[in-house]
């Protein structure tokens, strides 16, 4: 997996780790997959008392996570997900991380099984400015959330909301909450609808199994 340098880079990204935060519940089990430099990790740590592990591929994101004083190992989220043990988290959080990945549906699987509840936070490619550049100009579209070129970019497995939402059903995966961010405002759907898929630019989706009842 490569991991985008998306934890605490411009408002965007700021936005996106504020409402990740706010999902989580105090004292809580927390792996952060993709952890980047540690942002979320501490910011949950400073703000919510959890029990934080992060797991990141690059050497230089452990190594400043680790200088943070953060549990930090390195991995990737594609192989390694396997070594824990089912249950073993309340919370694995996987920040605009899932396009970077090889094996998307498979990584979603690996976190359902090993936490209580999912986070995930995603680019939007169905956004009506993303629509719109690839209409007018048939190139492949650059944005704030997916700024880079078709030939150097990480993003392997692009989707949209409703892309997510769809996979997000096939795994018995249950969307408890939901927001879609637009710049620098939030707004919590609950469920994302087609206005959202249209319009945000990033969502940020809490999910749990469907076999457990919710809490």
């Known amino acids: 997996m490569s991991t985008q340098d998306t934890h605490g880079n411009g408002a965007q990204s700021r936005v996106d780790l504020a409402l990740i935060a706010e999902m ?80 998307p549906r498979d990584v979603l699987l690996q976190m359902k099984r090993i936490g209580r509840r999912l986070v995930v936070s995603i680019p939007n490619f169905g956004h009506w400015r993303v629509r719109l550049q690839l209409l007018w100009s048939g190139e492949m579209p650059r944005t704030r959330s997916l700024d880079h070129n078709w030939y150097d970019t990480p993003n392997i497995h692009l989707c949209t909301v409703r892309d997510f939402v769809l996979l997000c059903e096939a795994l018995d995966l249950r969307i408890d909450d939901a927001v879609s961010v637009i710049g620098n405002r939030a707004k919590r759907v609950g469920r994302p609808g087609s206005i959202d898929n249209l319009t945000a630019e990033t969502a940020v989706l809490l999910m749990s199994r469907k076999s457990e009842d919710k809490r």
Do not use: H, M
């Not at 989580?24 to 501490?42: F, Q, S």
């Not at 004083?69 to 959080?93: E, H, K, M, R, T």
């Open 24 to 103: 989580i519940e105090p004292n809580a089990r927390v792996l952060d997959v993709g952890c980047g430099d540690g942002d979320l990790l501490e910011l949950l740590a400073r703000t919510k008392n959890v029990d934080g592990r992060g797991i990141e591929l690059s050497q230089e994101g452990v190594n400043a996570s680790v200088t943070r004083g953060l549990s930090v190992i390195q991995g990737d989220a594609d192989a390694d997900l396997s070594d824990y043990p089912d249950n073993a988290f309340d919370y694995v959080i996987l920040s605009q991380t899932i396009q970077a990945t090889r094996n």
